[in-house]
């Protein structure tokens, strides 16, 4: 199998700098779409056959348009009946697996192929038992217009991220019931699936990870503590196949991989992030990226349900999906005002109104004038979809529980607060009394063991399964100092006055004046900051392999990770619970739009942070930020992006064993 050299290398410092998501989107459509057609082929269409892994490979990085302008009139699913089109060439795009290799066969053997021409491409490498089972069929072989490995087993997810689509990754990873064969075989995927990254970027990563750490030396390494040393190991197997089967593999490194587990950051998937796009999918439940919402039904009749994309390609939501939504809010409104205030029909409905008009009447004005339509379209789903946002927040007392969340985490509020908030505060959800003490557990483990912990739910009154997850914030593990066991006994009238608050973050420098409820950073910001610096401990994060001679170092210049000037704030209609201090936050940049294509800055060496058992999108976020402060094009890779209510959901599943009120003893 040869890899295809059909475009210059993509890595490192080539003129035409390209950014990850867009060489994914060109390989598949140009090295595999385009190149695929036969010399003497007289039709100009294609078939387009996949199975159900690359077709989520494909849809997450091309629209069906980009598709058919490549040539392809029909999309086929190579496990279902199909019709015979004996003059049009097929595309395979398929998993190297024994039963995408038989299907195939079956259909272009005999006498009678359902295809004129077959051009194979595989997601990733193809062992050599399946190479010769194709060869053996001799009736096969002179319809093989191409047989190759595109080596293209991932799902970008945005400009700067992407997944495994190993959604079960927590659970078999981090079980109670330690199953290291379920475990090893799930690891096995995800690095073949992490390799096929470098080999469609044609980059040579320097490999570290998290290592294993025990408490001391008397303590058994587990299954837990190895699982990013294994996926590095896994990953390094397979990029060593790639520098002896890829023609021009870089033999060198060019870039950066930092591999984690969940275990590194126990807050980040449970603490509320208050930007829009994380509060979407948190407080509105959406399925992925689709939005379902109601539009005005042009014949007069009841409002229509339609599903949109919230994605890249929409201007507005580029520049909010990373904003805070107090900010978010104000923006959209300050869209609105602007359009009213260039539009003369609209200024003429706006003057029969007296005084200041809200946003939402604002958007009934503008959806009045139908030649505007498809401008506004966007701007009113957003508009409709903050004010959703907003509603919860005021409706759920959200206010106040991200103040607490957000002061346990600096260390400016501790065990006592929490128990005078639960007292006082009947009324707020049990999930998020749960989120509280999740994140309580994740900074103060000793707190949950035998009765401590066993009371303080019973003050939540949480169920029996939310009990189950916060004792299993323990199998994500904490730092060793978090992990002190106290002898003191405990009750709910207990006094902690004597006791010190703990911190899980310290305030950052430089960034002491931010958005209010926006204190808090995932702990890859640190480490990514650390990283760029050369000051990333190799003790606690070794390298699979040592750096080339030829490698340069993270440059220490200033000018590299210099803070950019703060932008200024509006203060015109924020709330007093959100109002900024300062703004170098990565929330409020208005040159977003400006960054989305960066062929005219010089990028450094890309960064890719890879963390098993599902990434945040705080921490997509911080990539995003930091990719704009360093000039680095910083990747986020993960098993799968989760969301705290599925985060709780798998923490839930990980015992088998449920605690109950009965075993409470007071």
């Avoid at 997450?60 to 392809?72: F, H, L, P, R």
């Avoid at 590095?232 to 520098?243: E, F, H, Q, R, T």
């Avoid at 000039?631 to 985060?647: A, D, K, N, W, Y």
Wanted: aromatic letters at 8%; glycine letters at 4%; hydrophobic letters at 35%.
């Amino acid at each position: 199998m040869s890899f295809s050299d059909s475009e210059s290398s993509y890595g490192g410092f080539a003129a035409d700098y390209k950014k990850f998501k867009q060489i994914t989107r060109d390989r598949l459509l140009h090295e595999m779409l385009r190149s695929a057609k036969a010399k003497d082929s007289k039709s100009t269409w294609k078939v387009l056959i996949m199975d159900k892994l690359t077709v989520k490979i494909m849809s997450c990085a091309c629209k069906m348009a980009d598709i058919t302008q490549e040539g392809v009139s029909l999309v086929e699913d190579i496990y279902r009946r199909r019709q015979p089109l004996r003059n049009m060439d097929a595309i395979y795009f398929i998993q190297p697996s024994k039963e995408n290799v038989v299907m195939f066969l079956s259909d272009m053997s005999g006498k009678t192929p359902l295809y004129k021409k077959a051009f194979v491409f595989f997601s990733s490498p193809v062992s050599k038992e399946l190479v010769a089972h194709i060869k053996r069929d001799t009736t096969v072989l002179p319809r093989i217009g191409a047989l190759r490995e595109m080596n293209l087993e991932y799902f970008t997810i945005d400009s700067q991220g992407f997944i495994t689509d190993n959604d079960k990754a927590l659970e078999d990873l981090f079980g109670d019931e330690e199953n290291c064969r379920k475990g090893d075989a799930c690891l096995n995927v995800m690095a073949t699936r992490v390799a096929t990254i470098f080999a469609s970027l044609r980059e040579f990563p320097l490999v570290r990870y998290r290592a294993a750490k025990s408490l001391d030396a008397t303590t058994m390494t587990t299954f837990r503590d190895l699982i990013p040393t294994k996926l590095a190991a896994g990953v390094w197997n397979s990029l060593m196949k790639y520098k002896q089967t890829i023609e021009n593999f870089p033999k060198t490194e060019t870039c950066d991989l930092l591999i984690l587990d969940r275990s590194v950051d126990q807050i980040a998937p449970i603490i509320h992030e208050w930007t829009y796009d994380a509060m979407i999918h948190d407080l509105l439940s959406i399925e992925g990226n689709k939005y379902v919402h109601e539009v005005p039904n042009k014949e007069g009749g009841p409002p229509e349900k339609k599903e949109v994309l919230l994605e890249e390609h929409d201007p507005v939501w580029l520049e909010l999906r990373h904003a805070h939504i107090a900010d978010a809010s104000e923006r959209l409104h300050e869209k609105m005002t602007n359009f009213v205030s260039k539009n003369k029909a609209a200024q003429l409905q706006s003057s029969r109104s007296s005084g200041e008009l809200s946003t939402r009447e604002l958007q009934k004005m503008v959806q009045a004038l139908p030649q505007f339509s498809e401008q506004i379209d966007k701007l009113s789903l957003h508009v409709e979809i903050a004010g959703k946002i907003n509603r919860a927040i005021r409706e759920m007392g959200l206010r106040e529980v991200g103040q607490l969340e957000q002061d346990l985490v600096f260390g400016d509020s501790g065990m006592k607060d929490v128990i005078k908030f639960l007292s006082a505060k009947e009324d707020v959800s049990g999930e998020n009394k749960l989120r509280l003490l999740m994140i309580l557990a994740a900074i103060y483990p000793e707190k949950f063991e035998s009765e401590k912990g066993l009371n303080l739910m019973k003050l939540a009154k949480l169920r029996p399964d939310d009990m189950n997850a916060v004792n299993n914030m323990r199998l994500l593990g904490g730092a060793p100092e978090m992990k002190k066991s106290s002898s003191s006994s405990f009750s709910l009238k207990f006094d902690i006055h004597h006791k010190k608050k703990r911190a899980a973050r310290k305030e950052r420098a430089g960034e002491e004046s931010t958005w209010q409820l926006s204190r808090f950073y995932p702990i890859i910001e640190d480490l990514i900051d650390k990283l760029c610096k050369g000051q990333l401990s190799k003790d606690d994060y070794p390298c699979m392999n040592d750096p080339s001679p030829t490698f340069h170092a993270p440059s220490h210049s200033a000018s590299a990770l210099e803070v950019p000037a703060p932008h200024s704030m509006r203060s015109r209609r924020t709330p007093t619970w959100a109002r900024p201090r300062n703004s170098d936050d990565g929330y409020s940049s208005d040159s977003v739009l400006r960054h989305a294509s960066s062929s005219d800055l010089k990028m450094g060496r890309r960064l890719f942070i890879f963390i098993v058992g599902g990434a945040t999108r705080s921490e997509l976020r911080v990539c995003h930020k930091l990719s704009d402060k360093l000039h680095r094009e910083i990747v986020l890779g993960s098993s799968s992006i989760i969301e705290p209510t599925q985060f709780i959901k798998k923490l839930q599943s990980l015992t088998v064993d449920e605690l109950s009120i009965d075993d409470l003893e007071i």
